[in-house]
């Protein structure tokens, strides 16, 4: 991974496989599959999270927040400027407040979320020009993977238990 901007489409596919690996996870304990990575300038990975809101009872504990603080915590800095946050699923308000506050330079995301995203969908927390610092926008990247993913957790959760 070394390419940056529009260009780097292929960087972001294998970025966004690397949230994909971290979403798949999350059913494990029982949370819906979302998943994050912070890539930074150089193509290094520097942080990565997964939903475990229902394992830790911890209503902020979204993808987008524990791969941010990893990031954070990997630098040494509260300030992620040059860094990429890709996501599988279209961040919330919460997290793209915190996207914001984080000075990341670009948000790549994958599926939409029709009934919570904050970037696009029902609202455009990153993009809204009162903002000083609104990141660079790359929607769609593996879109089909990540929202299988999840359509598939909701299925099997729907399914009554056998055996
Ligand atoms: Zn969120």
Redo the contacts with the bound molecule.
């Keep these: 991974m070394s390419g940056r901007g529009p260009a780097g489409g292929s960087d972001h596919e294998a970025a966004m496989g690397l949230a994909l690996a971290q979403a798949r996870l999350a059913p494990e304990h029982g949370d819906v599959p979302v998943g994050a990575v912070v890539v930074g300038p150089e193509g290094t990975v520097l942080g990565a999270g997964r939903n475990t809101r229902e394992r830790d009872g911890d209503p902020t504990a979204?993808a987008?927040?524990l791969a941010l603080r990893a990031a954070a915590a990997r630098v040494g800095s509260w300030r992620l400027s040059g860094a990429t946050l890709v996501v599988t699923l279209e961040?919330?308000t919460?997290?793209a407040g915190a996207l914001v506050l984080a000075r990341v330079d670009r948000l790549v995301y994958g599926a939409v979320d029709d009934k919570a995203g904050a970037v696009g969908s029902l609202w455009d927390v990153v993009r809204d020009r009162r903002l000083n610092h609104r990141p660079e926008v790359i929607s769609g990247v593996r879109a089909a993977e990540c929202a299988t993913l999840l359509a598939d957790f909701f299925t099997a959760r729907r399914r009554p238990p056998t055996g």
Aim: hydrophobic share 30%; proline share 14%.
């Design positions: 979204h987008e927040v961040p919330c919460m997290c």
